[in-house]
């Protein structure tokens, strides 16, 4: 059966799926303009876009500010006019001139995590881009949504729910993200879920709710369209495909990887992550890694006791494939579960059918 469209405000998803922005350059405009075009929901990541640029060493902001008005006309151009986000990561720095990036190149929706983005519906006044909070728990989105009403009188046009499942940052302590099951967390997700119903229906607007983290097949996400949810967020299943922007030395570690190989590791912002135990991960376990540039790409990352360089561990990723052994390659828990590459339209066609 097809799945419904879901709408926020005056902006239809034909396919309720959000792709969850994925950084530092594995969700760029190839990927988010695909998963657009299927009618879903192809999001961006602000985080480093331009690391590929001559210039992006000398001027990092410049360059990411430049890359990211480029992907997002792009992105756009490839989807021929369909939904268009970018994540921008609330605990990066310059997130005001992100979000200025994305009104100017005509983004429709920010989505914000990694910190509480309390500031985003001022730096969007007078804007109609639809913007989202990612929360992993009731308190958070209790305490963006009273914030936001009571300094802004304006609260988000959509809401993601992330469970401790999910790949990249997660906001869960590392003993969490291991052992909450996804059936412990429906039970926070159905609080969440209701909250932000019921505030939406208390100032006579719909809000819909997208659940992310662990979400793989349809049986999934019909399981969190009947607690409640209006969609869902997916990220790592979208990583094997032809479109995704990393190489294919990136997409073929999460082929090669078993349910043994995918851990939590520590981040220097400030969070737990899950990712691929390659080499890199086991030295990084073993020792600290001495710093010796640092990009100011994080408010609060601290070069001289910082575990290592996430801005290069990342780009290494996903820059050229020698590197990929030396690198952190992130991925949510399912990961292991790909098994070959596959277009981002057989995805759609496998779960809106
Ligand atoms: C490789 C990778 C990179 C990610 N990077 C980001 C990011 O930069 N910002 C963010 O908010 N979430 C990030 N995420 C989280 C995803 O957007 C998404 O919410 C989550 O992974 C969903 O769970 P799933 O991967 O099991 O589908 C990342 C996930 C992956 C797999």
């Known amino acids: 059966m097809r799945l419904k469209p879901v709408s926020i405000g005056d902006i239809t998803l034909k396919v309720p799926i959000i792709q969850g922005g994925m950084g530092i350059g594995v969700s760029l405009s190839s990927l988010a303009g695909a998963v657009a075009k299927e009618g879903g929901m192809g999001v961006i990541s602000a985080a480093q876009p ?104 304006r609260v988000s046009d959509f809401v993601v729910i992330e469970g401790p499942k999910a790949g990249g940052h997660l906001g869960f302590t590392a003993d969490e993200a291991v052992s909450l ?98 080499p890199y991960v086991r030295l990084r376990e073993q020792e600290r890694e001495k710093i010796t540039h640092c990009f100011r790409c994080l408010e609060k990352c601290d070069p001289a006791t910082t575990p290592y360089c996430i801005t290069m561990a990342l780009i290494r990723a996903v820059r050229s494939e020698s590197e990929a052994d030396d690198s952190l390659i992130f991925c949510g828990e399912n990961a292991f579960r790909l098994n070959k590459l596959t277009t981002v339209k057989e995805i759609f066609d496998e779960l809106n059918s």
């Open 181 to 278: 099951t996804k059936e412990q967390f429906d039970s926070e997700a159905k609080k969440i879920i209701d909250y932000v119903r019921s505030y939406g229906k208390n100032l006579g607007k719909n809000i819909p709710v997208f659940f992310a983290g662990g979400v793989f097949d349809r049986k999934d996400i019909d399981h969190y369209l009947a607690l409640g949810a209006d969609g869902v967020q997916m990220a790592t299943r979208f990583v094997t495909t032809v479109e995704c922007d990393a190489p294919m030395s990136f997409k073929q570690a999460y082929l090669n990887a078993s349910e043994d190989d995918i851990v939590i590791v520590k981040s220097p912002v400030g969070m737990p992550g899950r990712a691929i135990r390659n």
């Open 50 to 153: 331009g690391y590929n640029l001559d210039e992006w060493k000398k001027d990092p902001l410049g360059a990411n500010l430049n890359a990211l008005g480029e992907h997002i006309k792009k992105a756009k151009e490839l989807s021929g006019g369909g939904v268009i986000g970018v994540n921008i990561m609330r605990a990066s720095c310059d997130y005001d001139k992100y979000v200025q990036c994305c009104v100017d190149n005509g983004a429709d929706a920010i989505i914000s995590g990694a910190g509480l983005p309390i500031e985003l519906p001022k730096l969007l006044e007078g804007t109609d881009m639809k913007f989202a909070p990612i929360v992993s728990s009731l308190k958070a989105a209790k305490v963006l949504f009273t914030l936001w009403e009571r300094r802004y009188k």
